[in-house]
């Protein structure tokens, strides 16, 4: 059965503290049947990442293996018909694995219930951070490190930063970081959200949040 909540943050401000500015999600979850949902979304992106172009030669595939290695009759040896065959060193592959395409379909409606499920049970890890993308304005990790600092963040946890736009300064000064991803609220996945221990918001992000989903 599908229930709605509601949940409000309270923006911080660059110092740390809590600000005036609040923020609210109505979120439509799932309570019985919402991990299913989840697990559901979370194997079809898995698998949407699957490049599946592993290949391996069948024996119509192998090169060479037109001629007859030797005469049926009188040698001694097992009968031998081409080089090319599974049984030979060098020839073809019995049932390999081919280039192929694996797709999960999963409904628009089913892949938003799972998101709310997941954004409402991961709402204890969730903040609001106001002027984030004016807070680093040269790209350094040590003023990103810095910022984590100031709101007691823990870079040996996963870090998920939420924001509407992806500015050069913001990229530059994350990327040597391996446990924070940085990503735009367009590509906001149930994936990121459930590796993430701590997710960070900005407030365009959160607007923009809202209109997705």
Same mark, same amino acid.
């Given at each position: 059965?599908?229930?709605?909540? %509601?949940?409000?943050? =309270? ?11 609040? @923020? #609210?999600?109505?979120? +439509? /979850? ?72 694996? %797709?999960?379909?999963? =409904? ?11 954004? @409402? #049970?991961?709402?204890? +890890? /969730? ?87």
């Amino acid at each position: 059965m599908t229930v709605q909540k %509601i949940i409000e943050y =309270n923006s911080l401000d660059s110092t740390g503290q809590i600000s005036s500015d609040k @923020y #609210n999600f109505k979120l +439509n /979850i799932l309570e019985d049947s919402g991990n299913y949902l989840i697990h559901r979304d979370i194997l079809r992106h898995q698998l949407s990442q699957k490049q599946g172009t592993v290949s391996t030669k069948t024996r119509s595939e192998v090169s060479g293996g037109g001629k007859k290695p030797w005469k049926q009759k009188g040698t001694g040896r097992a009968r031998a018909g081409s080089s090319r065959s599974p049984l030979w060193r060098g020839g073809g592959v019995i049932f390999g694995p081919k280039p192929k395409k694996t %797709i999960l379909k999963l =409904n628009k409606k089913e892949r938003n219930l799972a998101f709310q499920t997941l954004f @409402y #049970n991961k709402r204890n +890890n /969730i903040s609001v951070i106001g002027e984030l993308e004016s807070l680093i304005t040269e790209p350094k990790t040590k003023v990103f490190c810095d910022i984590c600092k100031t709101y007691d963040l823990d870079l040996n946890q996963k870090i998920l930063l939420v924001v509407s736009k992806k500015t050069p300064s913001l990229k530059l000064s994350t990327q040597n970081l391996k446990n924070v991803e940085l990503i735009s609220a367009s590509n906001l996945n149930s994936l990121s959200l459930l590796k993430a221990k701590q997710i960070l918001l900005t407030p365009l992000a959160v607007n923009d949040i809202k209109e997705i989903y």
